[in-house]
């Protein structure tokens, strides 16, 4: 997707950024992603929704962790075909890795 992330994404508090993670093997993963998640902390929809059914928008990070797990997925060799469940993903970056790499099926 080319252009600014503010043009083709829905407006956002504190607006997208485009952040780039590279895999072994030379594959390259671009992810759009909130520039300030903590802003949507003070949300009045999130707010509302997470009184309704606790639902803070932990999709908005991507995880501490992500990007060394996607690498350490990614580098591994993996059984063909493979089904892969990725509970808690975030912006689902690992998930994102293991199937550009593996050609794994993937659920988020």
Request: aromatic share 8%.
């Amino acid at each position: 997707m080319s252009g600014e992330p503010d043009a083709v994404f829905p407006p956002l508090a504190g607006g997208w950024e485009l952040r780039t993670f590279d895999l072994p093997g030379g594959a390259r993963i671009e992810l759009r992603a909130p520039r300030d998640p903590d802003r949507l902390l003070d949300d009045e929809a999130v707010q509302e929704r997470n009184r309704f059914n606790d639902s803070m928008p932990y999709w908005a990070w991507i995880w501490d962790s992500a990007p060394t797990m996607a690498r350490l997925l990614a580098a591994e060799e993996w059984p063909r075909p493979s089904r892969v469940l990725e509970l808690g993903a975030g912006l689902g970056l690992v998930g994102i890795a293991v199937a550009a790499a593996h050609r794994a099926e993937v659920v988020l």
